[in-house]
């Protein structure tokens, strides 16, 4: 018998019951007077992610019109729709953050206000409601909670310790402003924390999150992280992500044993029609239960990224998904989806 075993929050890398997914629709900033083919082209890339997670596990899309979305694959096997109202599609940030209370799943229903107040999200904010509601996820429990906490903020190693940023979690426009100690504190209570690594460095030009953890670095096994590296001396990113890359150096792991560091590269620059550089970031991926799905940029660096995931998971099928259509939303992989672990 397995008594008094702590809250924890799993690492993606567990077994996933499934994963939560919104597509765009006319309410969406895809969608706008002066594209009226944005929203029909940005629908493929989050079609692809869809049909690479449910080649091996279910899929839940949130969507406007079920029938319309449905009818766009040609197999809907492992796939379910589902009509809720929503703002926008990045349902990494308003979707349940789940935790594991005495090895039972447990979801948290965490408050979202568009990222320190920028977008819109009263919809976003129903979400998890109205889907349990609905009963998808059984008798799971759910527990709305009232603090702002976005799943791309935070990355869990599974065995208690949180890697995420001050830029975000400290900011003045999330839960008024905290001190370090203070988040520290609500991630004990709510997620069972027992350890918090703190960048204080790095950022993408074009993010609109203040640094999420997931264009960062991620944890990818207990021992090992893989993170941003500007090679690049004339980018306005490369001081920085040294700093970054220094702090990261000096983490332990609980053993006081230093991470495994593995670099991933920048793209090139990409802009936006309108001259604005967007966030592409390859740090940006989704582990499922038999797949790492990562997104490419037709980027030169591709390739070359595509081979660090195939040696960090040599058991998982390596699925690359062109995301230069999300990064004009600010976005991409991670960004668009959240597991539901067993």
Known sequence: MQENMPVVMPAEWEKQRAVLMSFPHKGT????????????????????IAQAIAYGQAVYIICKDKDKISNMFCSTHNMTFIEIPTNDTWIRDYGYISI?????????DFSFDGWGGKFEASLDNLVNQSL????????????HIDYVLEGG??????EGTILTTSTCLCNPNRNRGLSKKEVEVHLKNYLGTNRVLWLDYGYLIGDDTDSHIDTLARFVNTKTIVYVKCYDKEDEHYEELE???????????????????????MTNA?????????PATYANFLITNNALIY?????????????????????????PVNCLKLIEQGGSIHCSTMQIPY
């Open 100 to 108: 594991k209370d005495a090895n039972n799943v447990k979801l948290l």
């Open 295 to 319: 997104p490419t940029y037709s980027d030169k660096n591709d390739n070359k990224t595509g081979e660090i995931f195939r040696k960090l998971f040599p058991s998982k099928e390596i699925i």
């Open 270 to 278: 990409i802009y936006s029609k309108e001259g604005k550089r967007l």
């Open 29 to 48: 900033d895809w969608h706008t007077p002066n594209n009226k083919r944005g929203l029909e082209t940005s629908l493929t890339p989050f079609i692809r």
């Open 153 to 158: 903020a935070i990355e869990s190693d599974g």
């Open 243 to 265: 700093k970054m890359e220094e702090q990261l150096k000096s983490f332990k792991t609980k053993d006081n044993e230093s991470y495994r560091l593995i670099a991933l590269p």
């Open 132 to 143: 349990h509601k609905k009963g998808y996820l059984g008798t799971t429990h759910i527990e």
